[in-house]
């Protein structure tokens, strides 16, 4: 995927997901700030994201992610992390 | 021992009820005298054809932790991945239809039983825990004494404290004493095996990645997979022998059993149906195939002070839908347990009894309910979803809890107190399905999506995931009632998010109409049923909190209002969701709902009480 691709699969979650108008979704918005979400919304989005990388996120380094933009990263590192086929993070995600 | 007995229990019938109540019995009452009837003698087949092979968690726990088979389960069958449905328009392809399922391997766990090997090896295992197993003979009458009871076989008679039925279907003392009630679903099911693994996957392209990699793991396959459509669902499971078992089933409503009673006809049912999944198969041999009509029916009794059971099959079979029928064999099988290691303790109560009797009758009642007119319901993405969603909360707060806390243990008092929460839960319950069955009785189109590609079941990080972790956590009996109550309230206020996502779906005028199918469950002072009143539940809710900006809202809402949303989107009505409420409660018949208290909270803890 591409950064366009990714950057445009981003905006239809946050879009879809929580009620956000695609225009104003930017790569320098900032995720909890200017689009208003909190720590619910970041489980759901770290949750979709994985039919787009195909591997469950490090929840730590999820944390860390502020803006559209890194998110976009954060999505990048993650398929090379795929390809590489790194293990992934020894995390139990409670259902 | 003497094979002519006495024997403490004489159980007729040697498949999987008796031979687990025989094991939980030896457990409770080590010394216990048992003697097990059957008409096959061993060995069985392998893989034979019985069907009954997913197990969900009253039946896994009770396998893995109240009679051991633990590690041999993990070593010999296939651990679970929940219940897994495709719903929407089976014309489509697979990975265009809404699905339903687990997004992770559940906590809990529960097992793929391949049930030839299953009862080979139980056999041999209630042989080594001290029963005489007398095989490959048959039953001929029973006579039931006030001093104890006689059973007939072809080459002797057994005297007996007690007779423990798990004949199965046969019912040999549910006929004798005309226990068997009829049961409001009428459905049929057709089933085959087929050598080698078909998996849910192999339907979709790999092209389809975001729909692959959804599946985190690639565990779809272990999951009891429906797929399903108006009026009928059908089945998808693995075998450890390397079997697939698929099955249809179909309520008579809508599909004419003799449409798919053939093989040939099963094809072209498929074909018609599922086309995806029939040409799949299409070059594959059945390795078997079976029938059964209408095949649910109810029971008048379970267990008698006078001394006799009847437990599995030979008491009850509800639906197969979401693979209760293990459950109920491990409740009739420990309640029947208790109730006897308690006799040879010396301390036969018939209060008990009645009362074990009492919340087994309740729980199957309560799931004959749930699993009853649910055709129009299977093909719309967000209302099966929201079924599932209460079924669910419903099933692992009550009826789980109850078991895996061992509440079935305690006292009469205590099981009394137990039972009239459960009759709580089942009031709510029957509001539940009939909202359900109401919004999908006045949806226009056959099938539709929903908003979400993905429901999640349970939702990561929500009241449904809560609810289902606790169940393995151990609490005490207060700390379980309390629990319970705690989970009654949440689950009103899950029946009311679910009544607010229906009233969106389905717009003003329909409103009227559900409200008026509804009738008194949504509001008033009183409701009826007790405690069930959505309207209280809502009135801030609906009216103020719901116009509000998202951000607004979900710092008001409650977290089950939060979490259903997040689960099944949220859409727009034809109007603000206070006139949809507004037009039902008219359509009901019902005084305006009551207008919001400054500063209430908006939690629906108002119908609690």
Request: aromatic residues 8%; charged residues 30%; proline residues 5%.
């Amino acid at each position: 995927m591409t950064r366009e691709e990714i950057q445009q699969s981003i905006v239809e979650i946050l879009s879809d997901s929580f009620e956000l108008d695609p225009d104003t979704i930017k790569p320098e918005s900032t995720l909890y700030e200017e689009l208003d979400l909190d720590s619910i919304d970041a489980v759901d989005i770290f949750v979709q994201l994985r039919d787009l990388t195909g591997r469950r996120p490090d929840p730590e380094r999820a944390k860390e992610v502020r803006t559209v933009d890194e998110l976009i990263t954060f999505v990048e590192e993650e398929l090379a992390a795929a390809e590489r086929g790194d293990p992934e993070p020894d995390v139990q995600m409670p259902t | 021992m003497l094979a002519g007995g006495p024997f403490d229990v004489v159980v007729c019938g040697g498949g999987l009820s008796g031979l687990t109540f025989a094991l939980r019995l030896l457990r409770e009452s080590p010394d216990a005298r048992v003697a097990i009837i059957d008409r096959v003698a061993r060995p069985l087949p392998e893989a034979c054809h019985k069907v009954g092979e997913s197990s969900v968690e009253v039946a896994s726990h009770f396998f893995a932790e109240l009679i051991g088979l633990s590690e041999y389960l993990d070593e010999s069958h296939l651990h679970k991945n929940g219940l897994r449905f495709f719903t929407g328009d089976s014309q489509r392809p697979l990975h265009e239809r809404p699905e339903v399922g687990p997004p992770e391997f559940p906590i809990v766990p529960s097992f793929q039983l391949d049930r030839g090997r299953l009862e080979n090896d139980l056999r041999a295992r209630v042989e080594a825990a001290g029963a005489t197993l007398l095989e490959g003979r048959v039953v001929r009458s029973i006579s039931l004494g006030e001093e104890g009871h006689r059973v007939e076989l072809d080459d002797r008679t057994l005297e007996a404290r007690w007779v423990v039925d798990a004949s199965g279907r046969r019912r040999l003392l549910s006929k004798q004493l005309d226990l068997r009630l009829p049961s409001p679903a009428k459905a049929s099911a057709a089933w085959f095996r087929l050598e080698g693994r078909i998996k849910a996957r192999d339907l979709v392209p790999e092209s389809e990645r975001q729909w692959h990699q959804r599946d985190i793991a690639d565990n779809r396959w272990l999951s009891t997979n429906h797929f399903v459509g108006r009026g009928y669902w059908v089945w998808l499971i693995p075998l450890a022998t390397g079997y697939s078992s698929i099955g249809i089933v179909a309520d008579h409503e809508h599909h004419d059993p003799s449409t798919f009673n053939k093989p040939e006809r099963a094809r072209e049912w498929l074909a018609k149906h599922e086309p995806l999944l029939a040409a799949h198969i299409e070059e594959r041999g059945f390795e078997d195939f079976r029938v059964m009509r209408d095949y649910s029916y109810l029971t008048k009794q379970m267990i008698s002070p006078d001394r006799w059971a009847c437990i599995g099959e030979a008491s009850s079979f509800v639906d197969p839908l979401y693979s209760l029928g293990g459950d109920f064999l491990a409740m009739s099988c420990c309640y029947t347990a208790r109730a006897i290691a308690d006799d040879l303790a010396g301390r036969h109560d018939p209060e008990i009894i009645r009362e074990l009797d009492a919340i087994y009758l309740l729980l199957v009642n309560d799931s004959s309910r749930t699993l009853s007119r649910n055709g129009k319901i299977f093909p719309h993405g967000k209302l099966l979803g929201a079924k599932l969603w209460w079924d669910f909360f419903n099933y692992w707060s009550f009826m789980c809890a109850h078991f895996f806390q061992r509440v079935w243990l305690e006292d009469a008092a205590t099981l009394r107190r137990f039972r009239e929460l459960g009759q709580q839960f089942y009031d709510l319950n029957t509001t539940a399905q009939r909202l359900l069955e109401g919004w999908a009785a006045l949806k226009d189109e056959r099938c539709s999506d929903g908003q979400k590609r993905f429901v999640a079941l349970p939702l990561t990080r929500s009241i449904l995931s809560d609810a289902h972790v606790a169940l393995a956590e151990r609490r005490d009996i207060d700390a379980t009632f309390a629990k319970m109550e705690a989970d009654l309230i949440l689950g009103r206020e899950l029946v009311a998010e679910v009544f607010a996502h229906a009233l969106r779906d389905l717009g003003r005028e329909k409103a009227a109409t559900l409200g008026a199918m509804l009738g008194a469950a949504i509001g008033g002072e009183e409701p009826e049923p007790r405690g069930a009143g959505m309207a209280l539940s809502l009135g801030e809710r609906f009216t103020v909190v719901d116009a509000l900006p998202r951000k607004e809202r979900l710092g008001r809402y409650s977290q089950v209002a939060r979490d259903l949303e997040r689960a099944l989107g949220r859409e727009d009505g034809d109007a603000p969701l206070g006139e949809l409420l507004q037009s039902a409660l008219l359509g009901a018949g019902a005084a305006p709902a009551p207008a919001p208290r400054p500063g209430a909270p908006v939690a629906a803890s108002t119908s609690a009480s």
